[in-house]
């Protein structure tokens, strides 16, 4: 077999992982914005197409490259049944469930009738009962759904999920069910050969969502004993044979009060698949390889094993509301005693034409309190910079007490978002400020930036930041040392031990001509240089940009007002620090959209000062997340 792997990212480069082991030979497809991904690296050819989602694209390349098999990971194609009888029609082994089976899934009320049909519990309709929820039947990412209270909401929501399934998926079809208020998510994997075996593997609960997507799952679910496992994994066979499945699949279940309802089914590998892997001690696209071939299931394990925890490392940032981070990565250690499932490197571009997965971070232990505790150590020590990630998030959410006793339902994690998105930690600000100072360049733009900003400084072992400073000493870290002095290049990362007031801890750092990125323990502060007010394009001259990520505490001017040189425009609160952002020279005052109290991402602008001539800066851009790709 030689298996055109459809898609991007770690899930491309996790399946090309098992079609080497059992000795086949892979194609990578790449599209030009991820040309030099390490997914198309880990094929062993590599054809370029225009879309990922493009069916055309994919089978002429399939064709181009002599593929006789094509897995389409998840996402994207892979619940196409178009595409799956269009690969078969091409003479070409798909891996993956019958297309029949594909498109009964596809549509949310066939897949219910389905599993009624098979003595599924199923959630119940939601006629005259409040609350309801409001589904798009060709649903998937958690889009076109509404929640509704009262009666009198629900023909306007009804209205925004048809909106919203129109937009997303081409089909405006609804239904309604009544709203579980606090459930679990538990889904159970099935597996299927072609001769008829039907087998389950256990459990994950997937409760900690946002939005509805998933965030951190688990397996087995600490809410689900060998009696329930063993009812739910029946109910899900039951569903599975009924609808002449093969492959792996995943029956997905919301949970209340000790009953269970079935909510859908993915005919696919699922995100969160590692989980089961490790308890169960297989490889689940090794078995999707071998079933595609014809073999038979081999005997499988019918416990668990220990406990393991997954983590979702996304390209975004919990403290200007998961609005989606872009940016090179700078640096990249992946932390040793975990599973890294991971699509970026040193130097991968993370832009926002995907979907925000950077990596996957798996734990496996003994017992659910040592996999949680491993899975929080190696978030610490995962050493990533350049872009924004959620991994000290994903650390205060892990070291919850309910996360914790297992007490997690689908609405608790929106519940904390505000306590689990904490501020860094203060240590990092005078930390980046001696990390900057370092910086190979005697007269280079740091040296200059720190030196004319008046608010940060280093000086005979005192850091001073704003009206705070610390005594502070700087030593080499051993891997790998910088040349003493210590004084490093542009351009380059480093690790470094940095003592503040007499407690020395272990940073990451790299620093380019404008911005600084220094991390410890998953706590990650970007700091940018001061720009030059002047200069960029016309649209943006004279646009000033948050210097770091903070609060508006004072807004000391209005549009129209005439300022001089130096006058506090407006003054920010940032890691306990007031920052004031004051007229880089004479002019007129525009822009200004914000008043005390907003919250500002790094870089974000702020106000601008006009002089004589300049153009008015554009409106703001939003600050609503777009939504990610269905993973
Ligand atoms: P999608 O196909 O978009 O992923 P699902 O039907 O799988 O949509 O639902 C995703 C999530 O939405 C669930 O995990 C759960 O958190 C929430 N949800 C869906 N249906 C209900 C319901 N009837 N009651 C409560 N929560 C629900």
């Known amino acids: 077999m030689n298996v055109l792997i459809a ?25 030009a914005a991820d040309a030099g991904s390490p997914h198309a690296d880990a094929g062993d050819v590599c054809a370029t197409i225009g879309s990922y989602l493009s069916a055309e694209d994919v089978l002429d390349a399939a064709a181009r490259t002599g593929a006789t098999a094509v897995h389409p990971g998840y996402g994207f194609l892979s619940e196409d049944p178009a595409f799956a009888r269009a690969v078969v029609a091409a003479g070409l082994t798909w891996i993956g469930p019958p297309p029949e089976a594909i498109a009964l899934m596809g549509d949310k009320a066939r897949a219910k009738a389905a599993a009624s049909a098979a003595g599924v519990p199923v959630v119940p309709e939601g006629a005259g009962v409040f609350p309801v929820i409001v589904k798009a039947l060709a649903g998937g990412g958690g889009k076109g759904m509404r929640v509704v209270r009262a009666a009198g909401e629900l023909g306007a929501a009804t209205a925004a999920a048809q909106r919203e399934a129109h937009a997303a998926f081409g089909d405006d079809r609804v239904m309604v069910e009544r709203y579980l208020e606090r459930p679990r998510h538990v889904e159970v994997q099935v597996i299927a050969d072609r001769h008829g075996t039907v087998a389950y593997l256990g459990e994950r609960e997937c409760s900690l969502q946002r939005r509805h997507q998933k965030v951190v799952e688990e397996s087995p679910s600490p809410a689900v004993g060998a009696a329930l496992r063993a009812r739910l994994g029946a109910a899900a066979v039951r569903l599975a044979r009924a609808c002449g499945y093969e492959g792996v699949g995943t029956v997905e279940f919301l949970a209340a009060d000790g009953e269970f309802f079935f909510l859908e089914m993915n005919p696919r590998l699922q995100v969160e698949h590692p989980v089961t892997e490790l308890v169960y001690g297989l490889d689940l696209v090794e078995l999707q390889l071998r079933i595609a071939r014809g073999e038979r299931l081999p005997e499988l394990p019918t416990q668990p094993r220990g406990h393991a925890v997954e983590a979702r490392l996304y390209a975004e940032d919990p403290a200007a509301g998961f609005l989606p981070a872009t940016g090179t990565v700078r640096r990249y250690v992946e932390p040793l005693g975990v599973r890294v499932d991971s699509g970026i490197r040193l130097g991968s571009v993370v832009g926002t034409d995907y979907d925000p997965l950077l990596a996957k971070v798996i734990a496996h232990g003994p017992d659910r309190a040592t996999a949680l505790g491993r899975l929080d150590r190696a978030l610490a020590r995962f050493e990533l910079l350049g872009v924004t990630t959620n991994a000290a998030f994903l650390r205060a959410l892990l070291r919850r007490d309910d996360v914790r006793a297992g007490a997690v339902d689908t609405g608790l994690l929106e519940r904390v978002l505000a306590e689990a998105a904490e501020p860094p930690p203060e240590d990092l600000l005078p930390a980046a400020v001696l990390a900057a100072a370092g910086t190979a360049h005697p007269a280079g733009p740091w040296r200059r930036a720190l030196a004319g900003h008046g608010e940060a400084r280093v000086r005979a072992g005192v850091v001073t930041a704003g009206a705070r400073s610390w005594r502070a000493a700087l030593r080499p870290s051993a891997d790998p040392a910088p040349p003493l002095g210590p004084t490093w290049a542009l351009d380059e990362s480093f690790a470094v031990r940095i003592a503040l007031d007499g407690i020395e801890r272990r940073y990451c750092a790299a620093v380019t001509e404008d911005t600084i990125w220094i991390a410890r323990d998953g706590h990650h502060l970007e700091l940018r240089t001061r720009r030059p007010a002047r200069g960029g394009s016309a649209a943006t001259a004279g646009t000033l940009e948050a210097p770091m990520p903070g609060t508006v505490l004072l807004v000391h001017v209005a549009d129209g ?71």
């Open 7 to 31: 898609n991007r990212g770690e899930i491309a480069v996790r399946v090309a992982r098992s079609v080497h082991a059992l000795g086949l030979r892979s194609v990578a497809v790449v599209t």
């Open 561 to 631: 007002d005439t300022v001089a040189s130096g006058d506090v425009l407006l003054v920010l609160e940032s890691m306990k620090m007031e920052l004031a952002i004051t007229a880089p020279h004479a002019g007129t005052v525009a822009g200004l959209g914000l008043v005390s109290g907003d919250r500002v991402a790094l870089g974000q602008p702020l106000v601008a000062v006009l002089a004589e001539g300049d153009d008015p800066p554009p409106p703001a851009p939003a600050t609503e997340p777009s939504v990610g790709r269905e993973v």
